[in-house]
Structure formats: structure tokens, C-alpha cells
């Protein structure tokens, strides 16, 4: 077989089933080999939009996904998603051609260094210069991509090696290691100081989602208040009464005041990342922390842990269960549900209204995708996520346009309905990916939150540059988002009043495949708790201070 037949034989040894990718000159002999794989090729309109459908499916599923790109642009296309994936650490193989091997570094036609590109935003990448190495390669790749904290592996094929013969074997996959067995030492540190606490925390991120079931019977035993990062939501159920809420930027009252409050603060699966930190010279000052995380790297990186336990999530909370009896948090919880009672107040109308409507009507294991904005930060807020794997949002690198191949990734590795949500701005980013959705008749639900401007850059430029909106509004030149819907052949529904939004969202969700949901609202709403840049997570701003008591509903 050839260098192509071996990569795709390979994939399929791996039980690879969907690649998400978009074809051009240097990745052809791959296209020809699908054409007698069994492996399902979604065809994207935009690479980018291939690696956030990527990174959908592996969000949702916890395995690998897939996205392939031949060489110069179409390469760098992937670097966004790339990037993304880096930062939110979801296991993904990139697959690029490149120009045969006698011309790279010589500015052939679209050659671009990829795998220099790339280095920072991948946990590897390779350079295959033999048609022998590609299976053993791809193999490794797919390893790293999947062992210990998950990342981006990109896989770099000249066009001459696809074509070059082998006989080498295809290589299936290669053992990962065993989950990682906290030492005894950290444990019995990590015991003595629970064990001595009055107002303990446990924060859980988004790398803590296998350990969703630990994480609650943790919960229950202890008594030890539950807060869950933007990332991690749904890692604990937000219905049980001791969870707090989000943290950070725009998290809620309880769980900010609970860490700004808390002695002993346990972090699980998370990177102390600066938008839930606030100021870190004002981060739990009176907290001694317990940082649990399979990376090293991120030990003591922002706020220093006084015990670091270098261990897998599930391992290291099952030991600490074991050990530890029920705790007298009586004092601590008369605080917390007086916190946990403290609502924002919210316009009656405007996007939180429209996304809690929305959420209303949705079932609990409806997985719900995000881009990023003021609708992402609303979503985080008022969706009541219950289970792991259902909230898929771009969080550390915050991309625009993520949301709608996001969703198509994750509703194709689920067979199941997805609903995504957007602004009008960050939908016309990828927008072209409504094709893909007709194309494959695949179940998303695009809802479109239109305020008619790129509406967190605008309430910063409120808050903090005298309202000098600079270059972000956008209502003089949006198009007709259901007129566009309809354009791809794809049902378009819109709405400006609660009364409209109520039905459009019934006939939304009936549609049997893809539809789009345009939601006019206000346009100058803010998003709020909020803890402004450079400030501690003790000097949040509960609510907007420009709203009026006749404006406002409890959330």
C-alpha cells in the first residue's frame, strides 16, 4: 500500500470512524484513499471549521477527534483550532499535507512550515519523511493526543511519502499509561489539612469530567461546598444544593465569596486560570490550597499550592474519601446559603431572558454549545448543566466562531440534537458552516443572540473607556440571519419579544434537522456578577449599577 492507504488503515485500526477536513493538492492521495475507506469524511467548508468540529467530538466523548487540511493555507487555517485545543486540552489529531519532499523549505507553491508553526500550540507534532514511518507515527501521535493531559497532535505528510509504496505493518494502538496513583505523602498532607478546615472548597475544572461520580460522592460525605470552573460545568449537578455556582469573572456571588472566604481550598483538574483568579495577590488569601492535577506544569504556575498532589483525578479523590469522615460545616454553611440566595438582577428583557427561555425548554442531557461573548457568559450562568460532557465552549483561548462546527462535531459524534449558541457577531465568523449542516442534515439548533454589536467589547468600552464604542456595532450591516438560514436551505426562525421568542422556540426545536433561531435584543445589556480586570474576586460588582427597579427581574 501507499504512505495514504497506511494512514487511513491506520486511523481505521484505532477505531477512527469521522475525519473532519477540507481537500486540496498536497492532501490528495489521502482523498483518494477515502474513497474506499469505511472512515466517514465530513466535508467542512472552512478548515478552522474542521478543527472545532474536532474538538466538539472530543469534547462530548472524551476520545479523539479527527481534522485533516492540505498544506500553506489550508494548514494554517487549523492553527486557530489548534491553538483552542491546546488551550482547553482536548485530544485531537490534525492530519496536513505538505509539498513533496525535495521542495520543502525552498517556497513551493502553498508550502508553509506547519509543524513550526505549531510547536507551541501542540503537545507534539512530526514531520513523516518515509512512507515506513507513516503508520508507526500516526500511531504515536494518536498516544500522546490521549495520554496524560489531553492535547493537539499534528501529523505533517509530504505528498511524495502518501505516494511512496510500504510494507511496513500498520501499527495499532499503543498502550497509554495507567491512571497516576497520587503518592502517600501528598494524601496524608492533603488529609491533615482537610481534616483541620472550618471553610473548606472544592473547585472542580474541566479536567476533572471522568471524575464526575468521585467528585460527588466526595461531595456528600464531607459536606465541602462544590464550585465548578467555566469549563468544568456539569462535572457536579448544578440541581444539588451544595453546589455554588461558576467562579471567576462573571461568577456568581456564593462561589467567589465562598474562595475569597474559604481556609482550605482544594482545586481538582484546573489551572487556576487568571479569569478565575481576578487579581492573584487577592486569590483565597487566607486559603491554603490544594492543587490536584495530572500536569506538573501547572503546580504553583499562578497561586502558589501549599500541597501539590500530582495524580489522576478519580484516583486521588477516591483515596481522600476513603480517609476522611463526614465534616461539621454547620458555621460555614449558614454563610454560604445566605451567598447562595444572592442573585443578579437582570433586565426583563434582553439576552439573559432569552437564553433562560431557551434553556426552559431543554432537557437535561441536552448538550449545549457556546460561542464566546456575553451569551456564553450568560449560558454558563443560567444553564443548569447536570451531567459532564454536555457544556462545550471555548474557554481558554476564547475563539469567536466557535460554536456552530463545534456543534456539528459534537451532535455527529452523539447522534444526537445539539443547541448552539451565538451572537451576531461571533456567528458570522464560521457561519459558512450552516453548508455542512445541510449538507449532512445534521441535528443543530443555532440560536443567534442579536444585540447588534460585539456586545462584551462594548460593555468594557461602558465600564471602562467613558463609552467610546470603537468599531463595535454591528446592526448597520447584519444580514437577515433567517433569510440567510433559508438561503442554505435551512428553516430560519425570529423573534423580539418574550411572547415571539415562546413559539419560535417550539417550532425551532421541532424541526427534524438543522435550524436557526434569530433572538433580537436589547442592544446595550450587560453581563453581571462581574469582577473588573485587575481586581480581586472580593471586589465584584453584583449587579449593573445603570439598570432601574422597573426594569429588573430576579434571576
Not at 490534525?94 to 509543524?115: H, K, M, S, W
Not at 462573571?250 to 481550598?265: P, Q, Y
Not at 443548569?384 to 456543534?407: D, H, I, Y
Request: proline letters at 7%; one cysteine or more; glycine letters at 10%.
Amino acid at each position: 500500500m501507499n504512505g495514504a492507504e497506511a494512514l487511513l488503515k491506520t486511523l481505521e485500526a484505532h477505531g477512527v470512524t469521522t475525519i473532519f477536513g477540507h481537500p486540496g493538492g498536497t492532501i490528495m492521495p489521502v482523498y483518494d484513499a477515502l474513497y474506499d475507506s469505511p472512515i466517514q469524511h465530513i466535508l467542512v467548508r472552512h478548515e478552522q471549521g474542521g478543527g472545532h468540529a474536532a474538538e466538539g467530538w472530543a469534547r462530548v466523548t472524551g476520545g479523539l477527534g479527527v481534522c485533516m487540511a492540505t498544506s500553506g493555507p489550508g494548514a494554517t487555517n487549523l492553527v486557530t483550532a489548534l491553538a483552542d485545543a491546546m488551550m482547553d486540552s482536548l485530544p485531537i489529531l490534525a492530519i496536513t499535507g505538505n509539498v513533496a519532499r525535495p521542495l520543502i523549505g525552498t517556497d513551493a507553491f502553498q508550502e508553509a512550515d506547519i509543524t513550526g508553526i505549531t510547536m507551541p500550540i501542540t503537545k507534539h507534532n512530526f514531520l513523516v519523511r518515509h512512507a515506513d514511518d507513516v503508520s508507526k507515527t500516526v500511531a504515536e501521535a494518536i498516544r500522546i493526543a490521549l495520554s496524560g493531559r489531553p492535547g493537539p497532535v499534528l501529523v505533517d505528510l509530504p505528498k511524495d511519502v502518501q505516494l511512496e509504496l510500504t510494507t511496513a505493518p500498520i501499527v495499532g494502538p499503543i498502550p497509554r499509561p495507567a491512571a497516576l496513583i497520587p503518592s502517600d505523602s501528598s494524601i496524608e498532607i492533603a488529609l491533615g489539612m482537610l481534616r483541620n478546615a472550618k471553610q473548606p472548597v472544592l473547585m472542580v475544572g474541566g479536567g476533572a469530567s471522568d471524575a464526575a461520580p468521585a467528585v460527588l460522592e466526595f461531595a456528600h460525605k464531607t459536606g465541602i461546598p462544590v464550585i465548578t470552573t467555566l469549563m468544568g460545568l456539569g462535572n457536579f449537578p448544578a440541581s444539588d444544593p451544595q453546589w455554588l455556582g461558576m467562579p471567576g469573572m462573571h461568577g456568581s456571588v456564593a462561589a467567589n465569596r465562598a474562595i475569597t472566604n474559604s481556609d482550605v481550598l482544594i482545586g481538582l483538574g484546573m489551572r487556576f486560570d487568571d479569569r478565575v483568579t481576578g487579581k492573584t495577590s487577592r486569590f483565597a488569601q487566607n486559603a491554603k490550597i490544594i492543587h490536584i492535577d495530572i500536569d506538573t506544569a501547572e503546580h504553583s504556575k499562578l497561586i502558589p499550592a501549599f500541597c501539590a498532589i500530582h495524580g489522576d483525578a478519580t484516583e486521588t479523590l477516591t483515596r481522600l474519601t476513603a480517609s476522611l469522615e463526614p465534616m461539621d460545616l454547620t458555621d460555614w454553611w449558614v454563610k454560604l446559603t445566605d451567598w447562595q440566595a444572592r442573585q443578579p438582577n437582570r433586565p426583563a428583557w434582553g439576552a439573559a431572558a432569552a437564553i433562560q427561555m431557551i434553556s426552559s425548554q431543554l432537557s437535561g442531557d441536552t448538550i449545549v454549545v457556546s460561542d464566546v461573548g456575553q451569551h456564553q457568559m450568560l449560558t454558563a450562568q443560567l444553564h443548569p448543566f447536570e451531567q459532564p460532557r454536555k457544556w462545550v465552549n471555548s474557554g481558554g483561548a476564547g475563539t469567536m466562531g466557535f460554536a456552530l462546527p463545534a456543534a456539528l462535531g459534537a451532535s455527529l459524534a452523539t447522534k444526537q440534537m445539539v443547541v448552539a449558541i451565538a451572537g451576531d457577531g461571533s456567528s458570522q465568523m464560521t457561519i459558512q458552516e450552516l453548508a455542512t449542516l445541510r449538507k449532512y442534515d445534521i441535528p443543530v439548533k443555532f440560536a443567534i443572540i442579536n444585540n447588534g454589536y460585539l456586545g462584551m467589547v462594548r460593555q468594557w468600552q461602558e465600564m471602562f473607556h467613558a463609552k467610546r464604542y470603537s468599531e463595535v456595532y454591528l446592526e448597520d450591516s447584519n444580514p437577515d440571519f433567517p433569510i440567510l438560514a433559508s438561503a442554505y436551505r435551512i428553516p430560519g426562525f425570529a423573534a423580539s419579544t418574550p411572547d415571539e421568542l415562546e413559539t419560535c422556540i417550539k417550532e425551532w426545536l421541532a424541526v427534524d434537522g438543522p435550524a436557526v433561531l434569530e433572538v433580537r435584543v436589547p442592544q446595550e445589556s450587560n453581563v453581571f456578577p462581574m469582577v473588573p480586570a485587575g481586581k480581586g474576586l472580593d471586589e465584584m460588582l453584583d449587579d449593573d449599577p445603570k439598570l432601574e427597579a422597573k426594569e429588573l427581574v430576579t434571576a
